[in-house]
Structures are given as structure tokens and as C-alpha cells.
């Protein structure tokens, strides 16, 4: 079993940047396809993003399109996930997952490894 601890998250004035980075241990992530969570007070867990496992391929949920970019470093067993314009409602708690697959996934589902999350706030 693979463990992720995530780390960068933090208090960020709207509109600002802030870079989360996940780091794996006890194997590698070189196989397995990565992906961005997050979970509001009170909310489900929704995907953030996904990459695939030669980085060749991501996808990211509507909510953060064109703002948010996720990248991979298998050679350190690295995930990171830079969020640029954010805004209040990207306030959560996120959560880095490895899925059994080498391809995009967005469902919580196809994830069976899963990090402690580290907290987001946005402040407006």
C-alpha cells in the first residue's frame, strides 16, 4: 500500500495562488493514475483533477478548469496540484489518491489510496 501525505495548503486571499504537493512512500507511483480531491464542510468529496501515469493526459472538473493544473514527478514520486484565481468557494479540504489504473479517473471510486488532506481556505 502506497502512502500519500499532502502538504501546501493554507490561508490565500481571492484571487491569489497557492501550489499543494503530495508526496508518496512505500512504493511507486510510477503506474498509477493520480488524482486531486476535495470535500467542503457538509459537502460530498468532489474531483478536482486527474493525471494519467506518463502525464501524457488530465482532466479536471468544471469547477476549476482553466485555473487549476495538476503535474506529476515519478522520478520523485511527487504529485502537485497549482491553483492560481482562486475564490472562496474553492474553501476545502484536499485530498491526493492514487487509482489502480494508469488512466484518468474522476470517480472516488477508482481510488483505493488515499492521503490525510491538507485544509484550503480562500479568504474574499
Known amino acids: 500500500q502506497v502512502q500519500l501525505v499532502e502538504s501546501g495548503g493554507g490561508l490565500v486571499q481571492a484571487g491569489g495562488s497557492l501550489k499543494l504537493s503530495c508526496a508518496a512512500s512505500?512504493?511507486?507511483?510510477?503506474?498509477?493514475?493520480m488524482g486531486w480531491f476535495r470535500q467542503a464542510p457538509g459537502k460530498e468529496r468532489e474531483f478536482v483533477a486527474s493525471i494519467n501515469w506518463s502525464s501524457s493526459n488530465s482532466i479536471y472538473g468544471n469547477s476549476v478548469k482553466g485555473r487549476f493544473t495538476i503535474a506529476r514527478d515519478n522520478a520523485k514520486n511527487m504529485v502537485y496540484l497549482q491553483m492560481t484565481s482562486l475564490k472562496s468557494e474553492d474553501t476545502a479540504v484536499y485530498y491526493c489518491?492514487?487509482?489502480?489504473?494508469?488512466?484518468?479517473?474522476?470517480?472516488?471510486?477508482?481510488?483505493?489510496?488515499w492521503g490525510q488532506g491538507t485544509q484550503v481556505t480562500v479568504s474574499s
Open positions: 512505500g512504493r511507486s507511483i510510477g503506474y498509477n493514475a
Open positions: 489518491a492514487a487509482a489502480d489504473s494508469v488512466w484518468v479517473q474522476s470517480r472516488v471510486g477508482e481510488y483505493n489510496s
